[in-house]
Structures are given as structure tokens and as C-alpha cells.
């Protein structure tokens, strides 16, 4: 072997001239590998079969002035993103080729954003500098963010959009989920505005709780949330039973009696379901309370706890007093004070307390804990961290108890621990993390929740929008989202209003809900004698709305201080509520306001005026709305509804002075006595 080798060599290389020609050649082939490579590249054939693919159609001469060969780049530098998707995603910009399904030639789907001006990469991930597939779509040793799958897309949106998107139903959801079901409690989520998110669940406190429950309830809802409500926030934390039990005696061991609480009713619960459930109705409590009905469907809002089995759950002393004051137990509560006499009382809590579940507590048998127990369970409730979400008298609130998710969107796989035969990659890993958080370890922490696989998905694609370039992007690049406020009114009217809890349902200055209607500008809207009437006792405005205002039994001096405020402070600038009058209106302005709404505008599809003829439900009823609107507003409102109030679903018509004068005289025209003019009016 060695001569044949060595005979090879001299005659390869036997002397200077065949070995400087032989050199020559593997130079030049060398060279070629460049060309060729390139000749060959998968851009290049995508190309080719893209020009192939528009040959034989109609628009081809379109389609091919518009092709622009050879490799396409975009380059972000603001975002330190370079893209050149559209190398091979050739026709993503031609909504002719909207019959084309095949990749990757089909178009874009139609987005608020321009291609050239945020590329591709900046929403889809990969790696946009690449030009061959698997380098662009899929992990590499240099470049561990692979495309994002489709059904995260939205995460990409919040990186720059801060607030909800109505185009973002998932991201909206799962940004709700995080600060609904209480993970910012033990997980810190910082904003990129500086801070951080912060949980809706509103948990109760535990300091009290033994003048609330007993401690069977206690132990049967640490077992199982969900078993006595499925509507429940609270996860399962999977306790033994004897952790459940040891849990139990320390939070009953260390509860103190609230005042208020412990004191014997006065009146006895009544035992009339049919009154209770009048009053129960009444009261709107289903507003805010849901409860199981007969078919197992849940009915009622979400505002509040779930009722379904509170028979089974609470003292009948403490309903009581709750029922008569919540405030003197939970000042921060979101129930309203709704100032029930003793009879009201006593009905009520005996409707409340028949909702019961004699299968609930039916095997839970619990001796008298002893101290070591006790003991037990005061630890069991600091490891679990019980405290990020309740205050608990002698427990201090547990600082960073769970990892920081400010930037899970771009954890390193390399840190993260895969369960056999998952994908190894971060979307996957966080949706298999909330589906089951224990199948990592069973010595882990996190409870099990209760999410379905949709919940799941927009919890990962919320979290996945969590990431460096969120964190990072210049100011320029964002919308930020309308931060709650934190005003509260002032002197007594606030008080009365903190009292009612009007803030649960009604937003004002930035602050409150959204159940009911924006009551910021609510003095240059209505009349005041119409606010007197209607504090006093509330009416529909909406038949159509199964949650309405309760009547809270106020008294007259309550509800004229109320009034003066909303009159006074709530007013809007733009406003002159006294520079139209409220009666007096030439009647030919008032039958061509008439002729408007129920010709031009159409008004009566979505509003009722005529009752026996008009069928718009979407709107307000305007039977007496001359009654209860200021006329100025009215005519501001027609000019521009979503000035008075953004974001209503009143459209901007566009609206002339003239017509506007017109539909403000007409409707101002309908009082008490307006329903049977108007239907003369219209024989």
C-alpha cells in the first residue's frame, strides 16, 4: 500500500507542472461550490416555482412586474431585526393570488400592519436572517427561538399593545386569566411601563374566618375548591387528609371574632322560598352571584362568589350580619350595603341557607386538634404560600414565593425541564405547566387548576407576549394600555358612594367597572329630579338586560346628598347642560325630529319609543327620555356619541346642527304623556 501511495504521488505531483495544474483544478472546484450552492438554494427554487405558478394566470403581467428577484431583505434597526422571509414568501403582498392556499405563495392575511414596515420575524419569531427553511422555521444551535405555531400569534401583538385589541380575543383573555385567577399573587409580573400586574380575585381575608364557617367547611373546600363551587378561583393544592385537617385547626386556632359578627340575630330565618326568592331577585343579586339551577347550568354573574351551596358554608349569625352590613366584616368588600330592615334580613338568609349540599360535608369527621396539629398547619400554610393571596393574622405576606414571569416569553430551553415525548419547546412546555404543573414533581408547589384547553392557550400566549423585546422596545413602537385610576370622591357623597359600592359596576374618572353605564359625565347628562326618583327606586332602562340596579332603601336625606354631587362633580366640559330648554319646542321641529328617527337614522332599531310598535332592545328605551335627559346632551350626543362616551355603540351619524336640533326636540317631546302622543302621531 505504501508504494501505490507513493508511485500516486509522483504522478500526481512528480513534478512542478502537474502539480501546479492539479492544484489549479481543485481551486477552481472549490470556486464553483459557491455559485452552484447558490444556484441550488431553496430561495431560489421557491422563486422559480412562484414565476411558474403565475404563468397561465390572468394577472400574470401584474403579478410579474410586481416580483422582485434574488434574496429580500428588511431591515428593522430600531428592533435589531433583520428579515428576509420574503425571499421565499414571494407573494405575501398580492391580494390577487387570494385563491392560493399553497406555501408559500399565498398572501397575507389582511393585517393593520404594512409587511416592509415590521417584516415578518417581528410577529412570527424564527430566525429572519436566514434563507434556507429549516434554519428560518426551526431551532439550530445558533438560534434557539424557532417560528412561533400559529395558535400563539397573538402573543406577538403584545409585545407592542399594552391594553386589550378588539382583534385579540385570545391575548385578552389570557392577560384577564392572569389577574382573575390571582397568579400575579405569587408570581411578579413587571410591566415595561415600570409596574406590575396586579390580581382582580380580590381573595377574603382569613383572620376572621372562624365567625364565618366551620372548620368542616374549611377542611372539605382546602380538599376540593371546586366541589363546592365550580366557579371557584382557588386551585387545588392536592393536601392529604391530614394536611387538610392540620390546615383547617390552625385557621380556625388562629381566627379572631370580628365585632358585628358573633352577636345573636335578631330576627330568625325566614323559611318562605317564595319570598326569598323575590327578594333575591329583587335585590339583583344575580348581577353579581351565580347559582346552579335544576339542569346543572350556572345562572348569574361573576362578581361575586358562587351561591349554588352557601347554605353549606355559612353561619346563619354571620349571613346575618353580613346581609345587614358586609362592611363591618370585609371593608373592601365589592358588595353594596344595601340597608335591609330585620324582616328583609330574616328572609333572605333563610333562602340563602336552604341552598345546601348535605353530600358536601357528609364524611368529613374531625376531632379536636391538638397543638401539635395546630403547629403543623401553621407551617403547611407559609410553605404553601397562603398569604400571597389571604391575610392571615401572624403570617407575613411571602416576598418572590414564584418564579418572575416578567420574561417567560424568552426563557432559554436550556433551562427548562421536558417531560418524555414533549416537544422541546417553550410554548409547549408553559401550556404543559399550567395543564398539569405537578407531572414535573410531584414536591412542586403549584396547584392544579382547573382551565380548559382554550383558558390554557391564552394563558400561554399571554405569557409568551412576555418577553425581551416587550421589555425593550422603544416608546415609540408601543401603545400603552389605559391604566386604572385611583380616584375615589370625596366628603360624604364618597362615603355613601364606597358604601353602595358603586364602583363595582360603574366607572368613574378611570376608576371602576363596567357592568353598568360611565357615570363621569352623569350630572350634564340627566335631570336631577329624574336622579331623585330613580336613586330612590331604580327602573329598567334596558328591558332586555337581565342585570339592573337594586334599590338600596335609601333615605331621603342619602339620596339628596348623592343627587348634588353627581350634579355638581360630574360634569362634562363640553356640556352646557342649561343652553337648551326642556320643553317649549316648536312642534313642526318636533315632527321633523320625529320623521328622523323613524325615516333617515332608523333610530327605532335599536331604541323604543312607541311600545306597542318600535322593537329595538340593543338601546336604552326612550319612552320618557324628555324626562331624564338634559336636552344640551342630547344634542352633544347625536353631534358625537363617542365623544361623551368612547368606545359606545352608538355610531357617529355625521350628524347636521339642523337634525341633530330636530331628534333633540322630539325626544325631549317624550314624557309621561309623550307614549300616546307619539302613537297618534304615527296613525
Given at each position: 500500500m505504501k508504494e501505490i501511495l507513493k508511485s500516486l504521488w509522483q504522478k500526481l505531483f512528480g513534478d512542478s507542472v502537474r502539480a501546479f495544474g492539479l492544484v489549479s483544478l481543485v481551486f477552481l472546484a472549490s470556486l464553483a461550490i459557491a455559485p452552484a450552492k447558490n444556484y441550488f438554494s431553496e430561495w431560489r427554487h421557491y422563486q422559480h416555482g412562484y414565476l411558474k405558478m403565475i404563468r397561465n394566470r390572468s394577472d400574470a403581467v401584474t403579478l410579474q412586474r410586481h416580483f422582485q428577484g434574488g434574496i429580500q431583505q428588511i431591515w428593522l434597526p430600531d428592533l435589531a431585526v433583520v428579515d428576509r422571509c420574503t425571499s421565499c414568501h414571494v407573494g405575501l403582498k398580492e391580494a390577487s393570488l387570494a385563491d392560493v392556499n399553497m406555501q408559500p405563495f399565498r398572501p397575507h392575511p389582511v393585517i393593520p400592519h404594512k409587511v416592509d414596515q415590521f417584516g415578518c420575524a417581528v410577529c412570527h419569531r424564527g430566525q429572519g436572517a436566514a434563507t434556507t427553511v429549516a434554519e428560518a422555521h426551526s431551532s439550530t444551535l445558533a438560534w434557539e427561538q424557532p417560528i412561533l405555531p400559529a395558535k400563539y400569534i397573538e402573543s406577538s401583538c403584545?409585545?407592542?399593545?399594552?391594553?386589550?385589541?378588539?382583534?385579540?380575543?385570545?391575548?385578552?383573555?389570557?392577560?384577564?386569566?392572569?389577574?382573575r385567577y390571582g397568579c400575579v399573587?405569587?408570581?411578579?409580573?413587571?410591566?415595561?411601563?415600570?409596574?406590575?400586574m396586579k390580581a382582580t380575585d380580590d381573595p377574603p381575608s382569613l383572620s376572621h374566618i372562624a365567625d364565618k364557617t366551620t372548620r368542616q367547611w374549611i377542611y372539605a373546600w382546602l380538599k376540593d375548591p371546586q366541589a363546592y363551587a365550580a366557579t371557584a378561583t382557588m386551585p387545588n393544592f392536592k393536601l392529604s387528609d391530614d394536611d387538610a385537617r392540620d390546615m383547617s385547626a390552625f385557621l380556625i386556632a388562629n381566627s379572631t371574632p370580628q365585632p358585628g359578627d358573633t352577636a345573636t340575630p335578631s330576627a330568625k330565618p325566614a323559611s318562605d322560598p317564595a319570598a326569598g326568592a323575590s327578594l333575591y331577585g329583587e335585590s339583583f343579586c344575580a348581577s353579581c352571584h351565580a347559582v346552579q339551577n335544576a339542569a346543572g347550568n350556572l345562572v348569574g354573574g361573576d362578581v361575586g362568589p358562587e351561591l349554588t351551596r352557601v347554605g353549606s358554608k355559612v353561619k346563619p349569625e354571620w349571613l346575618q350580619a353580613w346581609l345587614r352590613n358586609p362592611r363591618a366584616y370585609d371593608a373592601e368588600t365589592a358588595m353594596p350595603h344595601y340597608r335591609f330592615n330585620d324582616p328583609q334580613v330574616a328572609t333572605l338568609s333563610g333562602f340563602l341557607l336552604a341552598k345546601a349540599d348535605s353530600d358536601l360535608l357528609a364524611n368529613v369527621h374531625l376531632e379536636e386538634a391538638t397543638p401539635e396539629q395546630i403547629a403543623h398547619g401553621k407551617r403547611l400554610v407559609s410553605d404553601y404560600g397562603c398569604a400571597s393571596c389571604h391575610e392571615i393574622a401572624g403570617i407575613k405576606k411571602p416576598e418572590n414565593f414564584a418564579p418572575e414571569l416578567s420574561r417567560i416569553g424568552n426563557k432559554?430551553?436550556?433551562?427548562?425541564?421536558f417531560l418524555p415525548g414533549m416537544q422541546h419547546t417553550l410554548p409547549d412546555y408553559i401550556a404543559a405547566k399550567i395543564k398539569q404543573p405537578r407531572a414535573f414533581g410531584q414536591a412542586l408547589k403549584m396547584p392544579q387548576y382547573t382551565f380548559t384547553p382554550a383558558q390554557i392557550d391564552s394563558l400561554a400566549t399571554a405569557l409568551l407576549a412576555l418577553n425581551d423585546r416587550a421589555a425593550s422596545l422603544p416608546p415609540s413602537l408601543t401603545v400603552a394600555a389605559t391604566l386604572e385610576s385611583d380616584y375615589q370622591p370625596a366628603g360624604k357623597a364618597g362615603k355613601l358612594m364606597t358604601d353602595l359600592a358603586c364602583f363595582s359596576c360603574h366607572r368613574i374618572n378611570g376608576h371602576g367597572g363596567d357592568m353598568a353605564p360611565d357615570l363621569t359625565w352623569e350630572g350634564?347628562?340627566?335631570?336631577?329630579?329624574?336622579?331623585v326618583e330613580f336613586l330612590k327606586n331604580p327602573n329598567t332602562l334596558r328591558p332586555s338586560l337581565?342585570?339592573?340596579?337594586?334599590?338600596?332603601?335609601?333615605?331621603?336625606?342619602?339620596?339628596?346628598?348623592?343627587?348634588?354631587?353627581?350634579?355638581?362633580?360630574?360634569q362634562s366640559p363640553a356640556i352646557d347642560r342649561d343652553s337648551m330648554p326642556l320643553s317649549s319646542y316648536p312642534q313642526g321641529q318636533i315632527e321633523l325630529g320625529k320623521q328622523l328617527f323613524y325615516g333617515k337614522y332608523a333610530c327605532q332599531g335599536c331604541h323604543i319609543v312607541d311600545t306597542k310598535t318600535d322593537k329595538g332592545y340593543i338601546g336604552p328605551t326612550l319612552t320618557q327620555v324628555g324626562s331624564r335627559l338634559n336636552a344640551a346632551w342630547i344634542f352633544g350626543w347625536m353631534k358625537n356619541p363617542q365623544a361623551l362616551r368612547p368606545g359606545t355603540a352608538e355610531p357617529n351619524r355625521a350628524m347636521s346642527d339642523e337634525d341633530a336640533r330636530a331628534l333633540t326636540a322630539f325626544l325631549i317631546a317624550q314624557k309621561a304623556a309623550g307614549k300616546s302622543e307619539v302613537a297618534r302621531a304615527k296613525k
Amino acid at each position: 500500500m505504501k508504494e501505490i501511495l507513493k508511485s500516486l504521488w509522483q504522478k500526481l505531483f512528480g513534478d512542478s507542472v502537474r502539480a501546479f495544474g492539479l492544484v489549479s483544478l481543485v481551486f477552481l472546484a472549490s470556486l464553483a461550490i459557491a455559485p452552484a450552492k447558490n444556484y441550488f438554494s431553496e430561495w431560489r427554487h421557491y422563486q422559480h416555482g412562484y414565476l411558474k405558478m403565475i404563468r397561465n394566470r390572468s394577472d400574470a403581467v401584474t403579478l410579474q412586474r410586481h416580483f422582485q428577484g434574488g434574496i429580500q431583505q428588511i431591515w428593522l434597526p430600531d428592533l435589531a431585526v433583520v428579515d428576509r422571509c420574503t425571499s421565499c414568501h414571494v407573494g405575501l403582498k398580492e391580494a390577487s393570488l387570494a385563491d392560493v392556499n399553497m406555501q408559500p405563495f399565498r398572501p397575507h392575511p389582511v393585517i393593520p400592519h404594512k409587511v416592509d414596515q415590521f417584516g415578518c420575524a417581528v410577529c412570527h419569531r424564527g430566525q429572519g436572517a436566514a434563507t434556507t427553511v429549516a434554519e428560518a422555521h426551526s431551532s439550530t444551535l445558533a438560534w434557539e427561538q424557532p417560528i412561533l405555531p400559529a395558535k400563539y400569534i397573538e402573543s406577538s401583538c403584545g409585545e407592542c399593545h399594552r391594553g386589550p385589541l378588539p382583534g385579540t380575543p385570545q391575548l385578552n383573555q389570557g392577560r384577564h386569566l392572569l389577574s382573575r385567577y390571582g397568579c400575579v399573587h405569587c408570581h411578579t409580573v413587571k410591566l415595561p411601563n415600570g409596574s406590575t400586574m396586579k390580581a382582580t380575585d380580590d381573595p377574603p381575608s382569613l383572620s376572621h374566618i372562624a365567625d364565618k364557617t366551620t372548620r368542616q367547611w374549611i377542611y372539605a373546600w382546602l380538599k376540593d375548591p371546586q366541589a363546592y363551587a365550580a366557579t371557584a378561583t382557588m386551585p387545588n393544592f392536592k393536601l392529604s387528609d391530614d394536611d387538610a385537617r392540620d390546615m383547617s385547626a390552625f385557621l380556625i386556632a388562629n381566627s379572631t371574632p370580628q365585632p358585628g359578627d358573633t352577636a345573636t340575630p335578631s330576627a330568625k330565618p325566614a323559611s318562605d322560598p317564595a319570598a326569598g326568592a323575590s327578594l333575591y331577585g329583587e335585590s339583583f343579586c344575580a348581577s353579581c352571584h351565580a347559582v346552579q339551577n335544576a339542569a346543572g347550568n350556572l345562572v348569574g354573574g361573576d362578581v361575586g362568589p358562587e351561591l349554588t351551596r352557601v347554605g353549606s358554608k355559612v353561619k346563619p349569625e354571620w349571613l346575618q350580619a353580613w346581609l345587614r352590613n358586609p362592611r363591618a366584616y370585609d371593608a373592601e368588600t365589592a358588595m353594596p350595603h344595601y340597608r335591609f330592615n330585620d324582616p328583609q334580613v330574616a328572609t333572605l338568609s333563610g333562602f340563602l341557607l336552604a341552598k345546601a349540599d348535605s353530600d358536601l360535608l357528609a364524611n368529613v369527621h374531625l376531632e379536636e386538634a391538638t397543638p401539635e396539629q395546630i403547629a403543623h398547619g401553621k407551617r403547611l400554610v407559609s410553605d404553601y404560600g397562603c398569604a400571597s393571596c389571604h391575610e392571615i393574622a401572624g403570617i407575613k405576606k411571602p416576598e418572590n414565593f414564584a418564579p418572575e414571569l416578567s420574561r417567560i416569553g424568552n426563557k432559554p430551553v436550556t433551562q427548562l425541564v421536558f417531560l418524555p415525548g414533549m416537544q422541546h419547546t417553550l410554548p409547549d412546555y408553559i401550556a404543559a405547566k399550567i395543564k398539569q404543573p405537578r407531572a414535573f414533581g410531584q414536591a412542586l408547589k403549584m396547584p392544579q387548576y382547573t382551565f380548559t384547553p382554550a383558558q390554557i392557550d391564552s394563558l400561554a400566549t399571554a405569557l409568551l407576549a412576555l418577553n425581551d423585546r416587550a421589555a425593550s422596545l422603544p416608546p415609540s413602537l408601543t401603545v400603552a394600555a389605559t391604566l386604572e385610576s385611583d380616584y375615589q370622591p370625596a366628603g360624604k357623597a364618597g362615603k355613601l358612594m364606597t358604601d353602595l359600592a358603586c364602583f363595582s359596576c360603574h366607572r368613574i374618572n378611570g376608576h371602576g367597572g363596567d357592568m353598568a353605564p360611565d357615570l363621569t359625565w352623569e350630572g350634564s347628562s340627566v335631570q336631577r329630579q329624574w336622579l331623585v326618583e330613580f336613586l330612590k327606586n331604580p327602573n329598567t332602562l334596558r328591558p332586555s338586560l337581565i342585570r339592573r340596579m337594586p334599590k338600596f332603601n335609601l333615605t331621603d336625606e342619602e339620596v339628596n346628598e348623592l343627587t348634588d354631587y353627581i350634579m355638581t362633580v360630574y360634569q362634562s366640559p363640553a356640556i352646557d347642560r342649561d343652553s337648551m330648554p326642556l320643553s317649549s319646542y316648536p312642534q313642526g321641529q318636533i315632527e321633523l325630529g320625529k320623521q328622523l328617527f323613524y325615516g333617515k337614522y332608523a333610530c327605532q332599531g335599536c331604541h323604543i319609543v312607541d311600545t306597542k310598535t318600535d322593537k329595538g332592545y340593543i338601546g336604552p328605551t326612550l319612552t320618557q327620555v324628555g324626562s331624564r335627559l338634559n336636552a344640551a346632551w342630547i344634542f352633544g350626543w347625536m353631534k358625537n356619541p363617542q365623544a361623551l362616551r368612547p368606545g359606545t355603540a352608538e355610531p357617529n351619524r355625521a350628524m347636521s346642527d339642523e337634525d341633530a336640533r330636530a331628534l333633540t326636540a322630539f325626544l325631549i317631546a317624550q314624557k309621561a304623556a309623550g307614549k300616546s302622543e307619539v302613537a297618534r302621531a304615527k296613525k
